[in-house]
């Protein structure tokens, strides 16, 4: 279906495919976002596109430090929760950042349980 917006024309798709990199890794943050707000805590985002982590989460006087990851399911092990990507980096690690895992095919959001 087209339609206009001003001068600009529309296509509104039926299904939309996101394939740039940083585009899937904004769509995460977005959701990521929406998530913890939805489970009670105050969000402050990173407002450059670099660095250790992706925002700030507090709730009740307790604050986290959050990278959000997209992650990828394992070809490997297909009938297995397994992921692949999402490690955090000596850096991390030291500042106590945790990860939030995003599955684009699901829009689901957990937390990472860090072994390290």
Not at 40 to 54: S, W
Not at 55 to 68: E, P
Not at 91 to 110: C, S
Request: glycine share 8%; aromatic share 10%.
């Amino acid at each position: 279906m087209l339609e206009t917006a001003g001068q600009i024309p529309i296509d509104f798709q039926e299904e939309s495919t996101i394939t740039d990199s940083n585009r899937k890794g904004d769509l995460a943050e977005y959701y990521a976002v929406t998530w913890l707000w939805d489970n009670g805590y105050e969000v402050f985002v990173n407002a450059g596109c670099t660095g250790p982590i992706d925002m700030v989460a507090v709730k009740n006087g307790k604050t986290i430090l959050i990278d959000v990851k997209t992650r990828l399911h394992d070809p490997r092990f297909p009938k297995a929760k397994r992921s692949r990507g999402g490690t955090r980096t000596k850096a991390q690690k030291e500042m106590g950042v945790v990860i939030l895992a995003f599955d684009p095919d699901t829009r689901k959001l957990w937390w990472v349980d860090h072994k390290e």
